[in-house]
């Protein structure tokens, strides 16, 4: 019994400095302000949604025109490359939005 009290406690202390160690190891940043305002439009939530996880909507309007095959491969390099959480159905959508806004023609 006394061996199973000492183990537990032990354990306790084991982790309470695992916690404390986790916590020091925090880093707070601080992201620049996004200035930039995606067009409205059919798909213009999905994008917004689906964009700002990992950057600003800047980043989107400071990219080259282009059409539906380059912003197809710019979604793909986010989803494959960068491990984007867009599902299919979001991803289309968000071509066929940027390629409509963003496209070559705009």
Same mark, same amino acid.
């Given at each position: 019994? #006394?061996?199973?009290?000492?183990?537990?406690?032990?354990?306790?202390?084991?982790?309470?400095?695992?916690?404390?160690?986790?916590?020091? /190891?925090?880093v707070?940043?601080?992201?620049?302000?996004?200035?930039?305002?995606?067009?409205p439009?059919?798909?213009?939530?999905?994008?917004?949604k689906?964009?700002?996880?990992?950057?600003?909507? /800047?980043?989107?309007?400071?990219?080259? #025109?282009?059409?539906?095959?380059?912003? #197809?491969?710019?979604?793909?390099?986010?989803?494959?490359?960068?491990?984007?959480?867009?599902? /299919?159905? /979001?991803?289309?959508?968000?071509?066929?939005?940027?390629? #409509?806004?963003?496209?070559?023609?705009?």
């Amino acid at each position: 019994m #006394r061996t199973l009290a000492r183990a537990l406690l032990v354990g306790a202390v084991l982790l309470s400095h695992a916690v404390v160690a986790a916590a020091a /190891d925090t880093v707070t940043i601080t992201l620049p302000p996004d200035h930039g305002a995606l067009p409205p439009g059919p798909g213009m939530e999905v994008t917004q949604k689906a964009c700002q996880t990992c950057h600003s909507t /800047d980043y989107i309007a400071m990219q080259p #025109r282009g059409g539906e095959a380059q912003w #197809r491969a710019v979604v793909t390099k986010m989803i494959k490359v960068f491990g984007a959480p867009i599902p /299919d159905d /979001d991803a289309r959508a968000i071509v066929e939005y940027l390629a #409509r806004e963003y496209g070559p023609s705009r």
